[in-house]
């Protein structure tokens, strides 16, 4: 099993309502795991967590985002404005033993 964290370091005051956003925006996406504001560490970061059964099903997961199908289209409109939210971002990908 692969574990996806997409991590992003939000402009002050906007972590919360980034990860309402994604929430929002990522409703019924099988994968999704978690939205994760921090509580230590770094401050105003919020955590996507997903999961995949194995590597070429998160690239497969990926290819299915880059197309511009009717799903992806309703999500880009529920998240619009939020790359003005972040500052710096990062994606960490584990392998599960």
């Not at 994604?22 to 978690?34: P, S």
């Not at 560490?41 to 955590?47: D, L, Q, S, T």
């Not at 997903?50 to 009717?70: F, G, H, I, R």
Request: proline share 1%; with cysteine.
């Amino acid at each position: 099993m692969i574990i996806v964290h997409d991590i992003f370091v939000c402009k002050p005051g906007n972590a919360s309502k980034m990860a309402k956003m994604f929430k929002e925006a990522m409703e019924g996406n099988k994968e999704l795991v978690h939205i994760m504001t921090d509580m230590t560490g770094e401050y105003n970061r919020v955590i996507m967590v997903s999961k995949y059964d194995s590597l070429s099903t998160y690239e497969q997961n990926m290819e299915k985002y880059m197309q511009k199908s009717e799903e992806m289209k309703r999500q880009l409109e529920k998240m619009q404005g939020y790359h003005d939210m972040y500052l710096t971002g990062s994606r960490e990908i584990y392998k599960t033993w």
